[in-house]
């Protein structure tokens, strides 16, 4: 059975960096994209990165290119999200997503057909 949860948010000050991270090992295939999403307050659910566990090929959304970086590391078999100049805009809870197949997934939260609980990630001023 798929599990995934996700680890590492948490409070931070503006400026600072987190490292979220969301294990790979329960998800049978090694064909699949892993997503990061966030919902902030009143706001509804948007794409943040994506990755692809086979190639590592990994792109992001506007708001975050240059800031954040995802990443594939094989030998803890995790996917991580290196978060950067944190800004209070960032503050959400952020969620890992998976979704099986040779393909690179898109930006559509549809296309993960599996979801992590979710971690808060609070920037302070």
């Known amino acids: 059975q798929v599990q995934l949860v996700e680890s590492g948010g948490g409070l931070v000050q503006v400026g600072g960096s987190l490292t979220l991270s969301c294990p790979a090992s329960t998800l049978s295939s090694s064909k699949f994209t892993m997503g990061w999403f966030r919902r902030a307050p009143g706001k509804e659910r948007e794409f943040v990165a994506g990755i692809s566990w086979t190639s590592g090929s990994a792109y992001y959304a506007d708001s975050v290119k240059g800031r954040f970086t995802a990443s594939a590391d094989y030998a803890k078999n995790t996917v991580d999200l290196q978060m950067n100049s944190l800004n209070p805009e960032d503050t959400a809870v952020y969620y890992c997503?998976?979704?099986?197949?040779?393909?690179?997934?898109?930006?559509?939260?549809?296309?993960?057909?599996?979801w992590g609980p979710g971690t808060q990630v609070t920037v302070t001023s």
């Open positions: 997503a998976a979704s099986p197949g040779p393909g690179l997934a898109g930006r559509n939260p549809h296309d993960y057909g599996y």
